[in-house]
């Protein structure tokens, strides 16, 4: 596995969006993958949409997309290191939404370069990407 994806990156997928869908397409399967947050994340998006056919759309392309995805868990590992990250930040007023900061550490604990369009993310010290340029 080499990318971890933001929950930016998932939403332009599902959206149809050329840039990342060719950055996809011409990746192995084996070497992409999602946090558990950016799942949580999109099902929230989802719901939060009222009823209507762009619901249904991107229901239907997160079942789609979704279902290609390896999914990261939520280990121990990932709980100490968003626990330091969290503290640091905090300590220097530096403060980071907790989802976007455990994505970023889901990419620090595995090793994972992150795809996003987020900039916020580059003060963390990770190997980032942005597949929607």
């Given at each position: 596995m080499k990318f971890l994806l933001d929950t930016n990156t998932v939403s332009a997928l599902m959206r149809g969006e050329p840039h990342a869908a060719v950055r996809v397409a011409g990746t192995p399967r084996e070497d992409i993958a999602i946090s558990q947050v950016t799942a949580a994340e999109i099902e929230f998006g989802l719901r939060y949409l009222p009823a209507s056919m762009r619901r249904r759309a991107l229901e239907a392309q997160w079942s789609a997309v979704g279902a290609e995805?390896?999914?990261?868990?939520?280990?121990?590992?990932?709980?100490?290191?968003?626990?330091?990250?969290?503290?640091?930040?905090?300590?220097?007023?530096?403060?980071?939404?907790?989802?976007?900061?455990?994505?970023?550490?889901?990419?620090?604990?595995?090793?994972?370069?992150l795809v996003t369009a987020d900039r916020a993310f580059g003060r963390l010290g990770l190997s980032i990407e942005n597949w929607l340029d």
């Open positions: 995805l390896i999914r990261l868990p939520w280990s121990d590992e990932v709980s100490r290191r968003f626990g330091e990250r969290k503290a640091k930040l905090e300590k220097v007023g530096r403060r980071m939404s907790d989802f976007d900061l455990a994505i970023a550490v889901h990419a620090l604990v595995f090793g994972l370069t």
